[in-house]
Nanobody, 114 residues
Framework: QVQLVESGGGLVQAGGSLRLSCAAS????????MGWYRQAPGKQRELVAD???????TYADSVKGRFTISRDNAKKTVYLQMNSLKSEDTAVYYC????????WGRGTQVTVSS
């Protein structure tokens, strides 16, 4: 059974940092690209960053230069380091494969106060 468990969110002031983690089970993690998504209130879920099995990364323009995605295949975990946070980064953050075809986890809430 596929399970994605996100953690590391919280309340932070603008300009601060957070590191999110997503532990995956029930999938062949090492052969899957992974992505971080977010959904702000009243908005559609969007992909903010993804990482291939080889470690190549892509980012949404809104987070480029501030967020860094990484992965640890041995731990079956993908990370999102978020720096210089802005109020518009406030959202629930989720991980999934690109396309979002796995069952979604509960996500982790990130709230940035201005």
């Amino acid at each position: 059974q596929v399970q994605l468990v996100e953690s590391g969110g919280g309340l932070v002031q603008a300009g601060g940092s957070l590191r999110l983690s997503c532990a995956a089970s029930g999938i062949m993690f090492s052969i899957n690209a992974m992505g971080w998504y977010r959904q702000a209130p009243g908005k559609q879920r969007e992909l903010v960053a993804d990482i291939t099995t080889g470690g190549s990364t892509t980012y949404a323009d809104s987070v480029k230069g501030r967020f860094t995605i990484s992965r640890d295949n041995a731990k079956k975990t993908v990370y999102l380091q978020m720096n210089s946070l802005k109020s518009e980064d406030t959202a629930v953050y989720y991980c999934n494969v690109p396309g979002g075809i796995l069952r979604w986890g509960r996500g982790t809430q990130v709230t940035v106060s201005s």
